[in-house]
């Protein structure tokens, strides 16, 4: 429990790092998944996009896995 004369709880900068790369994998899998839209299905581009999605998407995972196990110890 912290009180008004106790110092605030710092994050490493590995908790920072993680946080903050994390934020932007999921903004890239997002911009993918919209982005994909705006071409015809089956399309070379339409399928990269689709691609990047998915792959992208997995590296959330264990990620998110990495950042519970941070803030366990």
């Not at 106790?6 to 934020?23: E, F, K, N, V």
């Not at 089956?42 to 990495?66: K, Q």
Request: hydrophobic letters at 50%; one cysteine or more; charged letters at 10%.
């Amino acid at each position: 429990m912290t009180t008004a004369t106790s110092p605030r709880p710092r994050y490493t900068p590995s908790a920072i790092a993680l946080h903050w790369g994390m934020a932007l994998l999921i903004v890239a899998v997002y911009g993918c998944m919209l982005g994909s839209d705006n071409f015809p299905r089956g399309s070379d581009t339409y399928l990269l996009l689709r691609g990047l999605h998915y792959s992208l998407g997995l590296l959330v995972l264990p990620l998110a896995c990495l950042r519970l196990a941070l803030v366990a110890r």
